[in-house]
């Protein structure tokens, strides 16, 4: 186990009918909030109601700023930086998904920072301070609602990066599984997808004696696999919707990778593909993911074998070879992605495969990817060619 420091500082309020709780998180000196959201789906479920009529309950000015798209655009989050500017926002509240959250983090330091907030995301500076963020989540999947990354769209060019940072971790987040009753089929089951690759990213590593973290992936990993299924069943099921809420925020905060070397290719290779398509992340994840475990585990299959025991009961005594182990667990892992209706492939996503180059040469920009096994250009386009 390597050594580490932890730090999640964010207040978590889970629960039935816990939005109501909002106004106990607004201290007396927050005088004007920005209420950030996405392209409507608040407004139809009455959640924007709700919450406008807390904040006003609560005498706070309310400067609204609406229309995050999914996978949020840096064109966006400058109207934000200034409007929070020239109001003198003292808290952003997101109301929303991964994207409305993001978006809101990016505008928190580009607020107190003079430059260019896409420098965080180019690696060129590193924030200094932030307009707190509060957040009411209505999507269990990044886990953005206590993570330290926010990730965005900078149109000129179509690159989607990353920032990384503590000082964006929300001060509190409210967690109310009723609220995800409401999603759509296809971003609950991409978001499920999303919540076991931020397990994966962290479950496959090279660093040894990590047995209370695998054990803790492990436990995620079926928790989140089996009420899926219950959802899949029946998407009305309010514990199945608050178990998964409840894996998509342990998945992110950072509790699950401690001690250990991360991963991160499959991300930055998926990246890639919502960049140019605008595909939904989860989506994206699930045809990157099998072909990465497919790539990893030929030269590497030690941790597939556990994952393929563990996770989907594949017994020893039925196989020959680790190989053999190590491929049924994929195999497994595979057959659940069918089953939720995702796709596993370009192919079967629909995508089309012209710009394998493109995306090898962006994912590559910053060198090798990768922690279980290092990347490099070569290994990258064989994982966007073993997904087609
Ligand atoms: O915009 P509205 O109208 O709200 O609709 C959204 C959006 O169309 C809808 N939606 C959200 N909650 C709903 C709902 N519809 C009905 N009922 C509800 N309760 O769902 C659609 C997708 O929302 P979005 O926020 O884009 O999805 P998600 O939460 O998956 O966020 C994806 C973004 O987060 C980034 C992804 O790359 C992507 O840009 N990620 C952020 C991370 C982080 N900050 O730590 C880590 C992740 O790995 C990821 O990269
Ligand atoms: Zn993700």
Not at 18 to 23: K, N, Q, R
Not at 129 to 154: K, R
Not at 312 to 317: I, L, N, R, T
């Amino acid at each position: 186990m390597l050594n580490f420091k932890y730090y999640s500082p964010t207040s978590i309020i889970f629960g039935k009918e816990s939005t109501a709780g909002l106004g106990a998180q607004l201290s007396p000196e927050i005088k004007t909030v920005m209420f950030h959201y996405g392209g409507g789906s608040i407004k139809q479920s009455g959640l924007y109601v709700q919450v406008f009529s807390i904040l006003k309950e609560k005498g706070v000015k309310v400067i609204e700023l609406g229309g995050v798209e999914p996978n949020p655009k840096l064109s966006l989050v400058k109207e934000g930086i200034t409007l929070c500017r020239e109001n003198q926002v003292d808290l952003i509240l997101a109301v929303g998904g991964g994207s409305v959250i993001d978006s809101a983090k990016a505008i928190s330091v580009g607020v107190k920072y003079d430059g260019e907030v896409w420098d965080f995301f180019m690696g060129k500076a590193q924030p200094q301070s932030c307009v707190p963020l509060g957040v009411i989540l209505t999507l269990p999947a990044t886990g953005s609602e206590t993570s330290p990354n926010t990730v965005v769209t900078n149109e000129e060019g179509l690159l989607k990066r990353g920032m990384k940072s503590d000082l964006i971790r929300p001060v509190f987040a409210i967690l109310s599984p009723e609220l995800t009753l409401t999603l759509p089929e296809h971003q609950t089951f991409a978001g499920v997808m999303d919540i076991l690759s931020h397990v994966f990213e962290r479950y496959f590593t090279t660093t040894g004696h990590v047995d209370v973290t695998d054990y803790m992936c492990e436990g995620v990993m079926k928790a989140t696999i089996e009420n899926a299924y219950k959802l899949r069943q029946n998407p009305d099921d309010y514990d199945a919707r608050a178990e998964i809420m409840l894996a998509g925020t342990i998945a992110h905060n950072g509790i699950l990778g401690v001690g250990r070397l991360e991963d991160w290719a499959s991300h930055r290779i998926a990246h890639e593909i919502t960049a140019l398509y605008g595909t939904t992340h989860g989506v994206t994840l699930a045809v990157i993911f099998p072909a990465w475990m497919k790539y990893v585990s030929e030269e590497q299959p030690e941790k597939f074998v556990q994952f393929a025991k563990r996770v989907f009961d594949v017994s020893e005594a039925d196989f020959r070879s680790t190989a053999e182990i190590a491929n049924e667990g994929i195999r497994r892992f595979e057959a659940f992605l069918t089953e939720m209706g995702l796709p596993k492939s370009f192919k079967e996503a629909g995508l089309p495969s012209d710009q394998l180059d493109l995306m090898t040469e962006k994912a590559s920009i910053f060198g090798a990817l990768g922690g279980y096994r290092k990347l490099e250009v070569s290994d990258i386009k064989a994982i966007y060619e073993l997904a087609l």
